[in-house]
């Protein structure tokens, strides 16, 4: 079966700190892979998706990057945090076409 | 552009109160429609879907109907539980997935 991974659960980091966060799905092969943030007690606002292997696209130009280094896994990266990074980020995979499947999400508290 | 318009809350309700959460979308296309349910603390589940025009989604007691002549996919549940207490993410997915604001429910005993 199809499973989607995202670690870690929480994390605090200081302002100016490097941040990787990760995500791999199992089960599938080529999947679309998203990013989503989510600010305290607001909506998603997708942040990057990728087709494939090296290829991202940026919905949302900002302190953030992502990279795709293999075919299951999709990393969102920043070399500098800033406060307003702080929110609770999503992982998620276009299984079928009937919808998304998403990680249980990374809370990131920037200090 | 495809968008979402869903109620905003937050939502109070006492148990066993009947819910509806209104949502409305604009689309070129034939989108699939969508409620997800977030948990506290948790990722994004998906509650039921619709996929055409007239299509009954439905699970865990709720359920939306796809009414293409309103564009509207409204949520509902007759008695409402204070486990039901999360946020709900209408959505519709034509070309990519186009999530509404959310609407946080909370249900008191």
């Known amino acids: 079966s199809q499973t989607i991974h995202q670690w870690p659960a929480t994390l605090v980091q200081p302002v100016g700190s490097p941040l990787s966060l990760e995500c791999t799905v199992e089960g599938t092969s080529n999947p679309n892979l998203y990013w989503y943030r989510q600010a305290a007690g607001r909506g998603l606002q997708l942040l990057f998706y990728s087709v494939g292997i090296g290829q991202i696209s940026s919905e949302v130009p900002q302190n953030l990057s992502a990279s795709r280094p293999q075919d299951r896994q999709f990393i969102l990266s920043s070399k500098k945090l800033l406060l307003s990074d702080s929110g609770f980020y999503l992982c998620?995979?276009?299984?079928?076409?009937?919808?998304?499947?998403f990680g249980s999400g990374t809370r990131l508290t920037v200090v | 552009g495809d968008s979402v318009t869903q109620m905003e809350g937050p939502v109070t309700l006492s148990e066993e109160a009947f819910l509806t959460i209104n949502c409305t979308y604009t689309?070129?296309?034939?989108?699939?429609l969508f409620w997800y349910v977030q948990y506290p603390g948790e990722g994004l589940q998906l509650l039921l879907k619709a996929t055409k025009a007239d299509d009954k989604g439905s699970n865990k007691g709720f359920e939306a109907t796809y009414r293409k002549e309103t564009t509207s996919f409204h949520l509902e549940k007759g008695s409402v539980q204070v486990s039901d207490s999360a946020v709900y993410f209408c959505a519709l997915m034509d070309n990519d997935m186009r999530f509404g604001a959310g609407t946080r429910l909370t249900v008191k005993p």
């Open positions: 689309a070129t296309g034939y989108p699939s």
């Open positions: 998620a995979w276009a299984g079928t076409p009937y919808g998304y499947t």
